[in-house]
């Protein structure tokens, strides 16, 4: 079973930017996208980015597209979340998802998640 692990959360400041990652256990060649979603209080879970694990390809909410940017290091088995701009309302607790199923890209639908990492950004 994959394992995904989110360091990086905290509290950060309006305006600050914030540098999240997530490393995954995914043996090599079965993950074919990775992204990332995020809960705010009394929210939803919403999804904000997507990344095609063997092109780089990316896919972003329209809300999240600008401020937000996704990467990965296939030799490390990691992906990152780069959001700029911090504003209170990107409070949430912030979601690392591995696929290992061929979707398309903009799909919501993921195999494997992380426990979450809080990310607070005071006004």
């Known amino acids: 079973q994959v394992q995904l692990v989110e360091p990086g959360g905290g509290m950060v400041k309006a305006g600050d930017s914030l540098r999240l990652s997530c490393a995954s256990s995914a043996r090599p060649y079965t993950t074919y996208r990775m992204g990332w979603f995020r809960q705010a209080p009394g929210k939803a879970r919403e999804f904000v980015a997507a990344i095609d694990w063997r092109f780089a390809n990316t896919y972003y909410s329209p809300s999240a597209h600008g401020r937000v940017t996704i990467s990965r290091d296939n030799a490390k088995n990691m992906v990152y979340l780069q959001i700029d701009s911090l504003k209170p309302e990107d409070t949430a607790v912030y979601y690392c998802?591995?696929?290992?199923?061929?979707?398309?890209?903009?799909?919501?639908?993921?195999?494997?998640w992380g426990p979450g990492t809080q990310v607070t950004v005071s006004s």
């Open positions: 998802a591995q696929d290992d199923v061929l979707r398309d890209i903009a799909s919501t639908a993921f195999t494997a």
